[in-house]
């Protein structure tokens, strides 16, 4: 992986300075701002300087005073992210070292390449994305979720990406459904290469190894593919999944998660990882009832309403359920609506989304607005990004609900 510059504090408490300073990347792109003890003199070394990290190594006690630091660091520069190297890892610590503002930790000690990797993550993650180096800006991750199987998230995920690519997105598209994941049917590929050849080749992971394993669509859209068999699943580790979010959104515009019906482990990570969602939903009564389930979910772990897509599938279907009934149900007004279409299936069987194999559909159309959901908010951001605002109407008017 092209590496960068990593410009770093390092306070020290109740570990051998000697030590830590070991431990620490010796290469030309790491270079160390600071060694440190206590909160004034590490307050004071990261407001002097430009740090794009601060590692706390600390022996990981309860009563630390290296939560002082966290604290102080986290109040004064909340920029900067903090990792923290503790020699040991009680819960209570753990947590408490998080609730004050840890971004990360590692057990110390820790192999220079394992460090290095651990501050590059948590510089890519901190808002705003990566270095001040110029490196890019994060891409988005949408994690497409549903409450039940047969929802339509395949199709949507699938459809979304090849729309993406069509306006011009950098594309990946994780099937995260890790044991029956039929993405790879959608997309018609040759599932030559999975995550879970990912999972099995050993070392660590950058940009470069990812892009080995990805198959690429001919409309551009790269795809993680999940494993082949239900039994390889359980290779794909949190942690894996983890990293390989983090990596992605450095490379690609979109990353679109698709998964498997419910809260998986691997949803929760991707949901927490995540910039937006995709709640895809049909008109039945059951359908109905656990998209309000999946939605208070969300709720409670405080994920940003306004984040969340709602998509109403098989919207016309005619079932007794009204307009009506469907926003006194969910709260709210679905985002999309994706009519019942017979050549949904037959796309599907044929492995070609139906944005291309029927671009003039209703389907296609509400796939592309569910797109512009996003490529024009992205936009929009660049745009504001760059100064001068142009007048602009915010994202709802891309939305053509379709009634039928
Ligand atoms: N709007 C629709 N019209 C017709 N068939 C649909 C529609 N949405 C989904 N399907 C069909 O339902 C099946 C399940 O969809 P899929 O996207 O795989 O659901 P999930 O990923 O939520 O399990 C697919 O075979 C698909 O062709
Ligand atoms: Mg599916």
Redesign the pocket.
């Known amino acids: 992986m092209a590496e960068h510059l990593i410009r770093a504090v390092v306070a020290v408490e109740g570990l051998d300075s000697f030590d830590v300073q070991r431990s620490l990347p010796d290469d030309p792109n790491f270079q160390l701002l600071g060694m440190t003890e206590g909160v004034d003199e590490t307050v004071r070394a990261l407001q002097a300087q430009n740090a794009d990290v601060l590692v706390v190594a600390c022996q990981g006690r309860d009563d630390d005073r290296s939560l002082q630091i966290i604290d102080g660091a986290h109040r004064t520069v909340p920029d900067v992210p903090i990792i923290v190297l503790s020699a040991a890892s009680p819960n209570g610590f753990l947590r408490r070292a998080f609730e004050v503002g840890a971004a990360d930790m590692a057990i110390f000690p820790q192999s220079k390449e394992q460090l290095r990797f651990a501050m590059s993550k948590a510089i890519a993650r901190r808002p705003g994305g990566a270095a001040g180096d110029g490196t890019r800006r994060e891409g988005r991750l949408v994690c497409v979720l549903?409450p039940?199987?047969?929802?339509?998230?395949?199709?949507?995920?699938s459809n979304l990406a090849v729309a993406l690519a069509l306006a011009g997105q950098k594309v990946l598209i994780i099937d995260l459904?890790l044991q029956f994941g039929?993405v790879v049917l959608?997309l018609g590929l040759p599932p030559e290469k999975t995550m879970y050849d990912l999972a099995v080749s050993g070392g660590s992971l950058d940009e470069d190894k990812l892009a080995d394993y990805v198959m690429t669509h001919q409309t551009g859209v790269d795809v993680l593919l999940a494993p082949a068999r239900p039994d390889q699943a359980s290779a794909i580790t949190i942690e894996l999944l983890r990293d390989v979010l983090v990596i992605a959104r450095q490379q690609y515009d979109h990353v679109i998660a698709?998964t498997p019906?419910g809260f998986t482990a691997e949803v929760i990570a991707t949901i927490d990882a995540s910039s937006d969602l995709v709640m895809?939903g049909?008109l039945d009564s059951l359908s109905l009832k656990n998209t309000k389930l999946g939605l208070e979910t969300l709720s409670l772990m405080d994920y940003d309403p306004e984040k969340i897509q709602l998509v109403l599938?098989?919207a016309d279907t005619r079932v007794g359920i009204t307009q009506h009934d469907v926003v006194t149900v969910l709260g709210s007004e679905p985002d999309i609506f994706?009519?019942?279409?017979?050549e949904?299936?037959r796309?599907?069987n044929e492995g070609v989304p139906i944005v291309l194999s029927r671009p003039q559909s209703f389907?296609a159309s509400a796939f592309h607005d569910l797109a512009a959901l996003f490529v024009s908010s992205e936009v929009a951001a660049e745009a504001a990004a760059r100064v001068e605002q142009p007048k602009r109407s915010s994202s709802l008017s891309f939305l053509r609900l379709k009634r039928r």
């Not at 047969?150 to 995920?157: D, I």
């Not at 994706?338 to 017979?342: A, F, K, L, V």
Request: hydrophobic letters at 25%.
């Open positions: 549903g039940k199987g047969g929802t339509g998230k395949t199709l949507t995920s459904d039929d959608c698709d019906p895809v049909t599938n098989r994706i009519p019942s279409d017979r949904i299936p796309a599907v389907a």
